[in-house]
């Protein structure tokens, strides 16, 4: 049955050093405080799985905490990479910065291949240059027809992490909009932490709404405004101006510092 | 009512693709815009899908196109597991977008390099990388690339193959296996290219009010033909301009 704590309980105890953790929600319930506890709590060396790599992933990896990021997107609202991952890619500054890259169809496939625990999941070929420069992926014949077929490697985090409207006193989530990547990334983990805008005694989903049961959740934390400058459908809307302010701090080291600093300093 | 904004023609000449009951998938932007606009002017049956998951967006005559409106308005929304296999590796998407990548390379055959300018492990310029473009490009029925065009982004040959567009050639697509007709169309704030029907490659066969010839054949990185019966892009009417700033109010400020 999951635990509902807090959140630097639960991040302190499912995410360690070196851990592979996936922050999976593009614009709507992105996990940003859960993102920030990591930072807060200096980890090191994680290898971060996030599809669409935006400002979150920009600050961890600014922060330091990634030494390996496996994504298919990476921009911010100008639509070009944030500053801090060109700056870790480019200067190794903080640290350098390993990429395995993917396509969003892809990193779908690989979570469902590691939800189902079979070693890899199969596409069909799409000719890009993609699997010449990354190892997870990777030109097959079909056993059956001899068709070539794209194998994926199954991707199964350490812990993934999402944020969701509410649970109940059970640890049972619901996520009500665009549900993305999220309830694929849940499934894949070895543990899963929920961050969630409310904790209520009983759920109300409609029949086919997307439901977490407790049995695939591991950890339940209050975070209301937790997906904040991201949007959550139903509670509250994207924070455009702190969104797109971010590329001024990103764009400076020592703005990017001062931030970082401030962040240290709030648990 | 003001002249269009270039991304407003942008915008227009995108809405023009879609064809009345073909399912579209759609990211952000000016492909989600058009494909909206199209339901608003001429294609009332067209079937929105967004990279969100967001199935069959139905929006209303005064909404505007926001994140919240889509997840509103949406019959239903997918996992993009399903999004990706159910509908459009598995053929169910008739027309596919891709938007504009900042910085991204377009070569004469319609590929896209949207990963690194330059050596993949040494590149001159790091790209956001692919989203979903590779699989639009392959899987559905028909691609729309909507994008920029300045001459860094119009290359002879793409430095990186993030996604095929027609490969080196007529042939290519039909040999690596690919669904669909391909990019069908490119459409960029000077004009629209099409890909020729015997070579493949992108000629141009229409151009912008305001833009001639050459200024397009300078911001082209080959050789460009140029259609004989290349046409002007009919200006928008007021009432189309009045649907497309109900959708977008501020569209002059985001980028495609």
């Excluded at chain 1, 807090?6 to 992105?30: M, Q």
């Excluded at chain 1, 939800?115 to 069909?124: E, K, L, N, Q, T």
């Excluded at chain 2, 990706?84 to 596919?96: I, N, P, T």
């Excluded at chain 2, 989203?131 to 001459?151: D, K, N, Q, Y």
Aim: a negative charge; hydrophobic letters at 45%; one cysteine or more.
């Amino acid at each position: 049955m999951p635990k509902i704590v807090d959140l630097t309980t639960a991040v302190g105890d499912l995410v360690h050093d070196g851990a592979t953790v996936a922050l999976e929600g593009v614009d709507h319930l992105v996990p940003y405080a859960a993102a920030h506890e990591l930072v807060r709590l200096r980890r090191r060396r994680l290898t971060l799985v996030r599809a669409s790599s935006d400002q979150l992933t920009d600050q961890l990896v600014g922060a330091g905490c990634v030494d390996t990021l496996v994504f298919s997107h990476a921009a911010g609202p100008d639509g070009r990479p944030p500053a801090r991952l060109l700056d870790a890619l480019g200067h190794d500054w903080p640290a350098p910065l390993r990429i395995e890259e993917h396509t969003h169809p892809v990193m779908a496939a690989r979570y469902a291949a590691g939800a189902a625990r079979v070693p890899f999941g199969v596409v069909r070929d799409t000719g890009t240059d993609l699997p010449h420069h990354t190892p997870t992926i990777t030109s097959i014949r079909c056993p059956f027809t001899g068709s070539a077929v794209t194998a994926v490697a199954a991707l199964v985090p350490d812990v993934t992490v999402v944020h969701a409207q509410r649970a109940d006193r059970d640890g049972n989530v619901e996520i009500r909009g665009p549900v993305g990547l999220q309830r694929d990334a849940v499934h894949a983990a070895r543990a899963a932490l929920v961050t969630v805008e409310e904790i209520v005694d009983a759920l109300d989903p409609a029949p086919g709404a997307v439901v977490l049961p407790k049995a695939v959740v591991t950890a339940v934390v209050a975070a209301p405004g937790g997906a904040a400058p991201s949007r959550v459908h139903g509670f509250y809307e994207p924070d455009d101006a702190a969104l797109r302010d971010w590329a001024d701090i990103s764009a400076d080291r020592r703005r990017f510092g001062a931030w970082l600093d401030a962040m240290a300093g709030t648990s | 009512m003001s002249v269009p904004t270039a991304e407003e023609i942008m915008t227009f000449v995108a809405a023009r693709a879609v064809r009345d009951g073909q399912v579209c998938l759609v990211g952000h932007g000016i492909p989600a815009a058009a494909a909206h606009l199209a339901r608003r002017l001429h294609a009332p049956a067209a079937v929105v899908v967004h990279e969100s998951g967001a199935v069959d967006v139905r929006l209303r005559d005064d909404d505007p196109l926001t994140d919240a409106t889509v997840a509103d308005r949406a019959l239903t929304h997918v996992t993009l597991g399903s999004l990706y296999g159910e509908w459009l590796q598995a053929g169910r998407v008739d027309l596919g977008f891709v938007g504009h990548v900042p910085g991204a390379q377009l070569d004469r055959y319609a590929n896209i390099g949207s990963s690194v300018v330059g050596e993949y492990d040494e590149p001159t310029e790091r790209l956001p990388g692919p989203g979903a473009a590779a699989e639009i490009a392959a899987w559905a029925g028909e691609t729309v690339i909507v994008v920029r065009h300045r001459l860094q982004a119009f290359v002879e040959q793409v430095d990186f193959v993030t996604a095929v567009g027609h490969g080196t050639g007529p042939l290519d697509r039909a040999l690596l296996g690919l669904r669909g007709r391909g990019p069908v169309r490119v459409v960029t704030d000077l004009g629209v290219l099409e890909p020729d029907p015997q070579t493949a490659e992108l000629v141009l066969t229409a151009v912008h009010p305001g833009i001639d010839v050459e200024q397009v054949r300078a911001e082209t990185g080959w050789d460009l033909q140029v259609a004989p019966d290349v046409r002007t892009t009919p200006e928008p009417t007021g009432t189309e301009l009045a649907a497309l700033r109900t959708l977008r109010p501020a569209s002059t400020e985001e980028s495609p």
